[in-house]
């Protein structure tokens, strides 16, 4: 499906060890991309564009953009000479910042990886609305619980976060939001 992608030149899917998370070890599955001539190829929406189509299993965790895929003597694909890709240590954006801090309150975790899925740190669908809450009160605008599925990575959401706003809100959406609001302030016994 990778290589059937628009833009797409060759690529290959290769497993490798984890080497960092919550489940150090374990295989995960690492896309190659060489762009056809003449064409760029983002990452995010390789990545996207696979997750509408496969399980999020069969999902790679990142998307490398290559310029050639190694080869052995035998002409097929030398699977040893690709890397993972470095976790990346750079500060994140803002952005990606406040939405990481979002996660890690409601998981539990120190921090999250910009390109990990909320489904891989073991996060569900009751935990994403609490996310999504968290979220808009800490950005001070509304987020379609529906983008948070969409974009499951910090980096993923931040980028679909800056392109644009979202349309009106499902009054039925708005109304159960509002449920589940006054439910968590009445379970921690705050007053409206």
């Known amino acids: ?82 890397r993972p890709p470095a976790v990346d240590d750079a500060e994140p954006d803002p952005l990606e910042a406040v939405i990481a801090a979002g996660w890690c309150e409601v998981l539990g975790l120190p921090r999250v990886g910009r390109e990990t899925t909320f489904a891989e740190l073991g996060g569900h669908s009751l935990l994403m609305a609490l996310v999504q809450q968290s979220l808009e009160t800490r950005l001070k605008r509304r987020i379609p619980l ?5 974009f499951p990575t910090v980096a993923g959401l931040a980028s679909c976060l800056r392109a644009g706003e979202p349309s009106e809100p499902d009054g039925a959406l708005v109304r159960a939001a509002g449920r589940m609001h006054r439910r968590n302030r009445a379970r921690s016994g705050r007053a409206e």
Do not use: N
């Open 1 to 82: 499906m990778l290589a059937a992608s628009p833009g797409v030149g060759q690529a290959a899917v290769v497993p490798h060890r984890r080497t960092s998370g919550a489940v150090v070890g374990d295989l995960e599955i690492i896309g190659y991309v060489v762009p056809a001539s003449g064409t760029a190829c983002d990452p995010t929406v390789l990545r996207a564009g696979l997750a509408l189509e496969l399980p999020e299993f069969m999902v790679p965790r990142a998307v490398v953009i290559t310029d050639a895929l190694p080869m052995g003597a035998t002409g097929k694909l030398d699977a040893a000479a690709l």
């Open 146 to 150: 529906v983008w948070m599925f969409e």
